[in-house]
């Protein structure tokens, strides 16, 4: 068999695998014991790096701009675990026993932070080691999925090892549903083929950072993730190893626990690491700067704060970082005087005063927090909407909430610790929830009490709302209308009929029908799926709720139709397939529709 020899651990590898190698490589093989050299002269990669960033998300790369601020370890803190991460990257390959480092620790225990630091470091070293990464974030549709996981890391991939793109382009030009593929199938043909297929002299460890995999939203695809990352590992011959950080989930315990990949793991637990030393340097370092740069530092005391008051802080942090970071937060608005907050803090009780968990300090901060809340009610009913729908830029709330530009900001003020929101001068600007121990607080009633969000309910009174509140889409406000009616779609596929439900749909004003032209395939595909939502449903009416957005949205798509001259009736093919489908939705509507083309102008030439 004609093989060459290549990549890492001298593997020999058939010339078959790379397919017609005239169509794809110009360079010559040779028998095996022979190292060759790769030129591409693939005539499809342009195309087929168009097709790749349409399946990255950017947002997860460790230094995107969409990332504002990301957690990093305060200088100074973190020192030993940061140390063991770094010398554990830079173990010589035949030394290496370990190929899968799992960072875990409990809610705010500061995983992120470290997976931040470590990216930001490797780059020092970049000559000799490259670096992918992906950060899951569960309020980020792209990124609480693994769906452009590996097409992420294969773009890193790609600037690491510009050698290696034609490789990776040449796939996905040939296989346009190869991100439709398993994880596992995706990393193989991605990432472990292409750096194989280097030249020795070329290659360099690549290393993946995965923080958050208990972010994605899917358990199944966290365990899916872990278990494709240990079979890879288990071979042990590809120089890419994978730093991942998660909390202790069952779904991902059980997966790196069988033996065939606990041989290749190590971990770091940080529950099991005292943290208190850092989280003293990191209070005692705040505190100072909001002594020299806070607003109303001339009325601070030489001596606040008394070393007596930050112990009391780090007591009751219980090793978690993410206490520290909300008080400190807390303190520094500049709309307070931080004595004053200081003393907020000190005198919070807790609801259940025999509640022993660790973050029964959090939450007892979190409750007062949101005690100060001014409209708590609108501003609870923003959040719901947010946490059920994953919308959270700013734009679609303040359409969804009829708030003026800038009014949502002023709402969330005083969640200013816990809560970012962007200005509304880009369209990119959303709301951050700070940490995730936030979202988990809102989201357990025996946590948060009266500030629980019930998803289900929420749901339902949201819909309703949009419901009660959409009277119609003009020229000048059709974005607004899209942006409702994506949400009422995704509501629809997760709430429960309900009498209440019915009624909205029954007695509401809301134009389930298309807007306008420009907007057309994006309104009109959803309204479609709003159908099919529906006819499922069963509210007990013999589908009278069914058949009145059938009639609305009929009648309003002939109106719409019949606006338009043949030549733009005809244009695009699904013009024609829509008036199909809606004249079988109403059959008395076809000779309207029929007739409106008749009495428009001939269609020019527009081809088939």
């Given amino acids: 068999m004609d093989v060459v020899q290549i990549g890492f651990g001298h593997m020999e590898v058939p010339r078959q695998m790379f397919g017609d190698n005239t169509a794809i490589f110009d360079g010559h093989f040779t028998q095996a014991g022979s190292i060759f050299q790769i030129q591409s002269s693939y005539d499809g990669r342009a195309e087929a790096f168009k097709r790749l960033p349409e399946n990255v998300c ?3 790369f460790h230094n995107s701009a969409q990332r504002i601020d990301p957690p990093r370890c305060h200088p100074g803190t973190r020192i030993k675990i940061l140390q063991d991460i770094f ?22 225990a500061g995983k992120s932070a470290i997976m931040q630091s470590i990216a930001e470091r490797l780059l020092s070293v970049k000559s000799i080691i490259n670096t992918g990464s992906f950060f899951f974030f569960r309020g980020d549709p792209m990124r609480n999925t693994t769906a452009s996981l590996v097409a992420t890391l294969a773009y890193q991939l790609i600037c690491a090892f510009p050698e290696i793109s034609d ?33 020795f002299y070329l290659q360099r460890l690549f290393v993946v950072i995965i923080d958050g995999v208990d972010e994605c939203l899917d358990r199944s695809q966290q365990a899916d993730l872990i278990k494709t990352l240990g079979k890879i590992s288990s071979r042990r011959d590809v120089p890419v190893i994978f730093l991942v950080a998660s909390r202790r989930e069952a779904q991902i ?11 290749i793991l190590q971990q770091i637990a940080l529950d099991d690491i ?42 009751k942090s219980s090793n978690q970082m993410v ?42 901060l979190y409750q007062y927090i949101f005690s100060q809340v001014q409209c708590l009610n609108k501003v609870l009913d923003i959040l719901a909407y947010s946490l059920t729908t994953g919308g959270y830029m700013v734009t679609r709330i303040e359409n969804q909430f009829n708030l003026e530009p800038g009014e949502l900001k002023m709402l969330l003020i005083d969640l200013a610790a816990v809560i970012r929101c962007d200005l509304p001068t880009k369209r990119s600007a959303k709301i951050t929830f700070l940490h995730a121990s936030l979202t988990d607080f809102l989201l357990d009633e025996t946590r948060s009490g009266k500030y629980f969000i019930d998803r289900e309910i929420y749901t339902e009174k949201l819909l309703c709302m949009a419901l009660e509140t959409t009277l119609g889409a003009s020229q000048t406000d059709c974005e607004k209308e899209s942006s409702r009616l994506t949400s009422i779609t995704v509501s629809l596929q997760r709430v429960k009929p ?43 009416d013999q589908g009278d709720a ?32 829509l008036r199909v489908r809606i004249c079988q939705l109403r059959p008395e509507l076809s000779e309207h529709l029929s007739s409106s083309r008749q009495t428009k102008k001939q269609p020019r030439s527009v081809g088939p």
Avoid at 324 to 350: C, D, E, G, T
């Fill in 58 to 60: 950017p947002a997860a």
């Fill in 87 to 108: 010398d554990w990257v830079l173990i010589y390959a035949q030394d290496r026993k370990a190929w899968i480092l799992w960072l875990n620790g409990a809610a705010g």
């Fill in 167 to 199: 490789n990776i382009l040449h796939t996905v030009e040939h296989d346009p549903f190869i991100f439709n593929r398993s994880i596992e199938a995706q990393l193989e043909v991605l990432i472990i083929q292409p750096i194989i297929c280097l030249p």
């Fill in 253 to 263: 315990m059980s997966e790196l626990c069988i033996p065939e990949v606990d041989n």
């Fill in 274 to 315: 005292c943290a208190s030393d850092d989280i003293r340097l990191f209070l005692n370092e705040s505190f100072s700067k909001i002594k020299n740069t806070h607003l109303h530092r001339y009325l601070l005391p030489e001596e606040w704060p008394l070393p007596a008051m930050v112990e009391e802080i780090v007591a």
């Fill in 323 to 364: 206490y520290a970071s909300v008080v400190i937060r807390y303190i520094s608005s500049p709309r307070a005087n931080p004595v004053h907050q200081l003393k907020i803090i000190r005198n919070l009780r807790l609801r259940d005063p025999s509640a022993e968990h660790p973050l029964a300090p959090l939450d007892a």
């Fill in 498 to 540: 309900s009498d209440r439900l019915r009624r909205a749909i029954i007695d509401s004003k809301y134009p389930f029908h298309v807007c306008r032209m420009d907007n057309y395939s994006m309104n009109t595909s959803s309204r479609i799926m709003m159908l099919r939502i529906l006819k499922k449903m069963n509210f007990n």
């Fill in 546 to 577: 069914y058949r009145h957005v059938v009639n609305v949205f009929a009648e309003g798509y002939a109106k719409f139709w019949s606006s338009y001259d043949t030549h733009i009736q005809c244009k695009v093919r699904k013009y024609r397939d």
